[in-house]
């Protein structure tokens, strides 16, 4: 086994790409964040993101991605003792994370390992499962308009963006909610936000997020709590997915916290149906 580390992210994108399409939907949130640093190299951050595969003689067997000051992604592996590999790289060369985020069984495994070897405790943060739609629900498409928002709706969406990572990161710090919030500016000028209208007012929002060469991740679904349950969400949703797809993709993804069972059930409604748990966790001294 070989630990290799890469500096141009379009050459790892390249690399690495056969290999996390073999389980595109585990992998999407890898394939996102790489897409869009190749295309906006800034947007998570000046520093150089870490690239990193584990390789036995020529095929990847594992990859990992991380854009500081953020966790660590660990991609899926069916050979899940490549963790060990990637374990003693890291301490060999001094590498220090905050936590790590990846398909359940495989970041357990590198967690316990990590802490044996770091003498730390570890804490699930949130545990999410991934989601992956091919065809929309026709019940869940509704005839309410929707928009790509423009910069007149630039306040209101911060606003409802704020309590949406509030809301949902209530552990989150100042400074990582203004560096969201700073993103999701590009995201307007971008125009990936979509706003649901109701009698000529927004009433819930989403964002079309990062690309996989097959599909789409959806995130930031956000309904205020005074206009819940009158199925907005569930409608934007919809609306966005089947735009993804009439765009030539084959598939859409989205997290869920299962914290969350409204979400859950949301979605399904539309059609998305659950792929793998996702947890991520932060390490802690003892």
Known sequence: MKVEFHDNPEEFYGLVNPFLVEHEAENNIILAILSTIIEFPEKYGTEKPVLVTVMENEDIKLALIRTPPFNPILSYTDDINTIVFLIEEFIKKGIQIPGLLGCKEIVKKFVELWCERKDLNYKLVMNERIYKLETVSKEALGNRENIIADKKYRDLILKWSREFIIEAL????????????????????????????????????VRKAGKTPHGNLVNLVY????????????????????????????????????????SNSIYQK??????????QYEFVKK
């Not at 969400?233 to 735009?243: D, F, K, R």
């Not at 059609?271 to 996702?278: E, H, K, L, M, Q």
Request: charged share 30%; proline share 7%.
């Open 170 to 205: 209530p552990h989150e710090k100042e400074d990582s909610i203004i560096q969201s919030l700073e993103r999701i500016k590009k995201d307007i000028e971008e125009g990936r936000i979509f706003l649901l209208i109701d009698d000529k007012k927004p009433v819930s929002m």
């Open 223 to 262: 309904t205020p709590p005074n206009l819940r349950r009158n199925g907005y969400a569930t409608e934007l949703v919809a609306h966005l997915s089947q735009y993804i797809l009439d765009a030539g993709n084959k598939y859409c993804f989205l997290f869920t916290n299962l914290m969350n069972p409204t």
């Open 270 to 279: 539309v059609g998305y149906r659950p792929i793998t748990d996702y947890d």
